[in-house]
């Protein structure tokens, strides 16, 4: 039996985040992901309720549904400058698969669109193979499904395929679905060398999907657990365009409290101590911990030192843990939440 008081906070927290326009989704896996970004003043027709939330604009929309098995889990990592910080959630490796296809293949029509209007148009799942999400075209031409058609059972990545090609010239919406939900984009697939739009849109990079991995590796996630769908809550030093911004103590309080609640518990001790020890005026010292919680230790001061707090020692602190750059590089398919 799912934990009732759990569930309930899963749904209070998807109410909360999708009701909130600076709050940003993305769903997918490393190398294929679909953001989800709204403005202020952008008109939005919500979905509010203890079974589902949805968020509908004019570029795109999320609907997620989490059920009993899901998990949410929050986690910062360090990046060049700051740190980032998002919700991920999961699900038991059990129970996150979805097709797991290798080529391209019609399934049929949407009739889970998110606007009915899209219902009957044919979703086409480009077969790239992942673990916890499949990653869909919505095909409405009758002329470019029926070519598609032709190609159905080829690899989309092949090097005499045309799909592709087909597929970046006539803009068709993209559609990516895990276990949790779907994220659809409705704007142009921008080109090779451009940049990406504001506000809904996808990443696909082979490159990144041949590893095999489920998640960057700078995100820790707990052992048997898959992220199907993340929440990026507002950054207290970013805007949603990842440009810089006064720190807002509001926005890094609310997320310590999520991470209270749903962090990992041992990288919580070691940040604690080491603000702590900061503030208290004591000189650096050595802190045991794994990758994670030597990023968690330099996250730690520099959001001492962000929140202006007062320490003879931070500096010393700083000197000795957090003059390198990041373990590792940033996730180049993840929303750009850097403070």
Not at 221 to 234: E, F, N, S
Not at 282 to 308: F, M, N, S, T, Y
């Amino acid at each position: 039996m799912p934990d009732v008081s759990a569930v309930a906070a899963i749904d209070l927290l998807l109410q909360r985040e999708i009701a909130d326009p600076d709050t940003q989704w993305s769903l997918g896996t490393f190398g294929a992901i679909a953001e989800f970004a709204r403005d202020r003043d952008e008109s939005v027709r919500l979905t509010q309720s203890i079974e589902a939330v949805a968020a509908v604009t004019p570029r795109g929309g999320i609907a997620l549904k989490p059920g009993g098995n899901s998990r949410p889990f929050a986690s910062e990592s360090i990046t060049k400058s700051g740190w980032s910080h998002r919700i991920a959630l999961c699900l038991p490796s059990g129970d996150c698969a979805m097709n797991g296809r290798n080529a391209l293949t019609e399934i049929g029509a949407d009739h889970e669109a998110l606007r009915p209007e899209d219902r009957e148009s044919f979703l086409f799942d480009l077969g790239l193979g992942a673990l916890q999400a499949d990653f869909c075209v919505r095909v409405s031409n009758p002329s470019l499904a029926t070519r598609l058609r032709e190609l159905c059972g080829r690899a989309i990545f092949e090097h005499d395929n045309p799909a592709m090609g087909m597929i970046l010239g006539a803009n068709p919406h993209r559609v990516f679905i895990s276990r949790l939900g779907r994220i659809e984009v409705y704007q142009p697939i921008p080109p090779p060398s451009g940049k990406s739009p504001e506000g809904p849109h996808t990443h696909v990079l082979p490159r990144l999907l041949k590893s095999g991995r489920t998640h960057a590796a700078t995100e820790p996630v707990p052992d048997g657990w898959i992220p199907c769908a993340h929440i990026y809550p507002p950054h207290p030093l970013r805007d949603g365009m990842g440009e810089a911004r006064p720190f807002d103590r509001t926005r890094h309080q609310r997320f310590q409290r999520i991470l209270a609640a749903c962090g990992d518990p041992e990288a919580l001790a070691i940040k604690q101590r080491v603000v702590d020890a900061v503030l208290a005026g004591e000189p650096p010292v050595a802190i045991a911990g794994d990758r994670h919680g030597r990023a968690g230790i330099r996250i730690a001061l520099r959001q001492v030192k962000a929140e202006g707090q007062a320490s003879t020692t931070l500096a010393a602190w700083l000197a000795t843990f957090d003059q390198s750059g990041p373990e590792d590089g940033d996730d180049p398919t993840a929303l750009h939440h850097e403070g």
